[in-house]
């Protein structure tokens, strides 16, 4: 199947949207991209503003690279300097991508102190030991585990997928959603701050983790996710909205207090409005790829 996206109303790059950061199972088989969701495994390619694809349906295609956001409109609200200009101009049609919530969460509570090739490896360990095998065409693909087959798991058999000190607060945090102590179709309508709030309660979860969850699959783009990456951003282009003891600070530590991290998260909200997370998604893959 075909899509034809209008280049000015609809903008999109499957690349820039896919090799930005914020998904890890996506896999490249000649022209093809490969991806997997829940137990549907599909594939899509780009030529110019043709998206085709297989496995999938309209619908599904459009809901899952966010198709439905006004991107012309959200670039023009965050585009409020010279880097983001840069950074929007680098990589046109990047988009944010609607996850699944729950392994959106999981693969964030791996990330944790992980570079992408780790957290890849992970994540197919994960899917590849508890999950489904999907076969599709000549691709095999594995679902990533449901709740309860994580939160039934030994530690042992959740170290043995490189998991380390994560392996407990991936079994303890599946418990907790196996459980029904998560909803996470309660948290997209709630607002973002109490959505976090709830997020943060849970194992493994500190501020990056939930705001990335909360950008990439609960629908909170004022989400602003703080890394290493986006604390040199704002140290070396930010710095004058911040009195000068704060950057000073923060630029002697390693890992931000949840104070310091509320600050720079707030400056962007207020900065860049209620898209910020777009404006953080374009930074983090200009600034990681170009050391900008």
């Not at 709830?198 to 609960?218: I, M, T, W, Y």
């Not at 949840?258 to 893959?285: C, D, M, P, V, W």
Request: glycine share 4%.
């Amino acid at each position: 199947m075909e899509l034809k996206l209008n280049k000015y109303l609809t903008p999109f790059d499957l690349e820039n949207t896919l090799q930005c950061g914020q998904l890890f199972r996506w896999e490249k088989h000649e022209d093809w991209r490969y991806g997997i969701v829940g137990q549907q495994v599909f594939k899509v390619r780009q030529t110019n503003n043709v998206l085709g694809f297989e496995g999938a349906n309209i619908n599904f295609i459009r809901n899952y690279f966010r198709l439905d956001d006004n991107l012309p409109q959200i670039v023009s609200e965050i585009n409020r300097d010279s880097l983001v200009k840069r950074a929007i101009q680098s990589f046109p049609g990047l988009r944010i991508v609607r996850q699944n919530p729950w392994e959106c969460l999981i693969s964030y509570v791996c990330a944790t102190c992980k570079n992408i090739p780790a957290i890849r490896n992970m994540i197919f360990e994960l899917s590849r030991r508890f999950g489904d095998k999907i076969a599709f065409e000549n691709h095999i693909s594995y679902a990533f585990p449901e709740p309860n087959i994580l939160a039934n798991a030994t530690l042992n058999e959740l170290r043995i997928c490189k998991l380390g000190f994560r392996a407990k607060r991936v079994r303890e945090t599946a418990r907790m959603v196996a459980s029904n102590k998560v909803d996470f179709e309660a948290l997209k309508k709630i607002d973002y701050e109490t959505a976090k709030d709830e997020l943060l309660r849970l194992p493994g979860v500190g501020n990056k983790v939930a705001d990335c969850v909360l950008l990439f699959s609960l629908e909170k783009l004022e989400a602003f996710p703080v890394d290493v990456w986006i604390k040199r951003i704002v140290q070396k282009h930010y710095a004058n909205h911040f009195d000068a003891p704060f950057i000073s600070k923060v630029s002697e530590k390693t890992s931000l207090s949840t104070r310091e991290y509320n600050r720079i998260g707030s400056f962007a909200r207020e900065y860049f409005g209620k898209h910020a997370g777009y404006a953080q998604e374009y930074l983090f893959h200009f600034v990681r790829s170009k050391q900008g």
